[in-house]
């Protein structure tokens, strides 16, 4: 659904004519070679799986062309931003920036936005990891002109109802909820509800509490099991960063599994009670942080790493094909 042009849409259409028309052949280029890689995994059994950010930015398309769909102020900057509240990590909070949903205008339309949103990823992907999924239940609304996400406050998210429309409209949807950070039980009822998977990280396993959900006795067969990801530092590059005795604690966790680290986290992942285990090939080949993809936070020096072109392929599929035999997998 596409709102009417405002003039200064009309004047960039036809000032930027040439590098519009640029962008969208790079698309489609973009698209012809994506639908033939995904038609290859099809044919050989593999899944894409994809990941749905709940935010889009504030410059995007998105929020030039339907602003009403967006809390913004006359002059279209956002009124209400995104973020999370002040913990243990951050005492501030995050500040995203991201504009905040106008949800009752969305329910309204019977999420259709949201529903070519996500229509478009199931193109793409054979499964969505929705990333920030708690913001569905509640989110964190932060003034748009303050500093800090100090001043925010909860807002209930549409929760079920925009989860029964999408649903409803992309039978055999299916869907991944990343459910990092404190998580409460209305959230969790909420991805239950839907039978949905959630996220674990051996990374996070290690702080030696009994009840911690990440710990490998504490993990439960819908989950998505990652040893660390896009997020994280390489589990070597983690691994090499604790203290001696943080690091003598993993091994000794990890103990069963042999004493050579990160081989010892990725057994233990296979071993696990998780339906779906996913480690990063940076921590296959046993690289340190300098693999490390993306540092939360920062602006610079992220999503460059490549896989070598010399990279033991041969190597790798046999470790896999043993962990796979080893553990039933």
């Known amino acids: 659904?596409?709102?009417?042009?405002?003039?200064?849409?009309?004047?960039?259409?036809?000032?930027?004519?040439?590098?519009?028309?640029?962008?969208?052949?790079?698309?489609?280029?973009?698209?012809?070679?994506?639908?033939?890689?995904?038609?290859?995994?099809?044919?050989?059994?593999?899944?894409?799986?994809?990941?749905?950010?709940?935010?889009?930015?504030?410059?995007?398309?998105?929020?030039?062309?339907?602003?009403?769909?967006?809390?913004?102020?006359?002059?279209?900057?956002?009124?209400?931003?995104?973020?999370?509240?002040?913990?243990?990590?951050?005492?501030?909070?995050?500040?995203?920036?991201?504009?905040?949903?106008?949800?009752?205008?969305?329910?309204e339309t019977g999420f259709n936005w949201w529903i070519d949103?996500?229509?478009?990823?199931?193109?793409?992907?054979?499964i969505v990891r929705i990333d920030h999924f708690r913001g569905l239940e509640a989110y964190w609304e932060v003034p748009g002109d303050a500093p800090t996400a100090e001043t925010g406050q909860w807002r209930p998210g549409p929760g079920s109802a925009l989860l029964d429309a999408l649903h409803a409209n992309l039978p055999g949807l299916r869907l991944v909820a990343e459910d990092l950070g404190t998580i409460t039980s209305a959230v969790d009822a909420l991805r239950n509800q839907y039978q949905m998977p959630g996220i674990r990280v051996l990374q996070f396993a290690f702080d030696g509490h009994e009840d911690n959900p990440h710990a490998p006795h504490n993990v439960?067969?819908?989950?998505?099991?990652?040893?660390?990801?896009?997020?994280?530092?390489?589990?070597?590059?983690?691994?090499?960063?604790?203290?001696?005795?943080?690091?003598?604690?993993?091994?000794?966790?990890?103990?069963?599994?042999?004493?050579?680290f990160p081989r010892s986290l990725i057994r233990c992942a296979f071993a696990s009670a998780a339906d779906t285990v996913i480690v990063p090939l940076q921590?296959?080949?046993?690289?340190?942080?300098?693999?490390?993809?993306?540092?939360?936070?920062?602006?610079?020096?992220?999503?460059?790493?490549?896989?070598?072109?010399?990279?033991?392929?041969?190597?790798?599929?046999e470790t896999l094909g043993d962990l796979i035999e080893r553990y039933g997998r």
């Open 283 to 317: 921590d296959l080949l046993g690289l340190d942080s300098a693999a490390r993809i993306n540092t939360p936070g920062t602006t610079v020096g992220n999503w460059h790493w490549r896989l070598p072109a010399n990279w033991p392929a041969a190597a790798i599929s």
């Open 1 to 107: 659904m596409v709102t009417s042009q405002c003039p200064i849409q009309r004047i960039a259409r036809a000032s930027l004519a040439d590098d519009i028309e640029f962008h969208v052949w790079l698309q489609y280029q973009f698209h012809c070679q994506w639908q033939a890689l995904r038609a290859h995994c099809r044919q050989r059994g593999v899944l894409l799986f994809g990941d749905l950010p709940l935010y889009v930015s504030h410059d995007s398309v998105d929020v030039w062309l339907q602003p009403e769909l967006f809390l913004l102020n006359p002059d279209g900057m956002a009124s209400s931003v995104a973020g999370v509240p002040p913990d243990y990590f951050a005492p501030r909070g995050q500040r995203w920036g991201n504009p905040i949903y106008r949800w009752e205008r969305h329910q």
């Open 220 to 260: 439960v067969p819908n989950m998505v099991l990652y040893t660390g990801t896009h997020d994280n530092d390489t589990s070597l590059g983690w691994f090499n960063g604790l203290d001696a005795d943080a690091r003598q604690h993993v091994r000794h966790v990890l103990s069963e599994y042999g004493d050579e």
């Open 117 to 126: 949103r996500m229509r478009s990823q199931t193109r793409l992907f054979d």
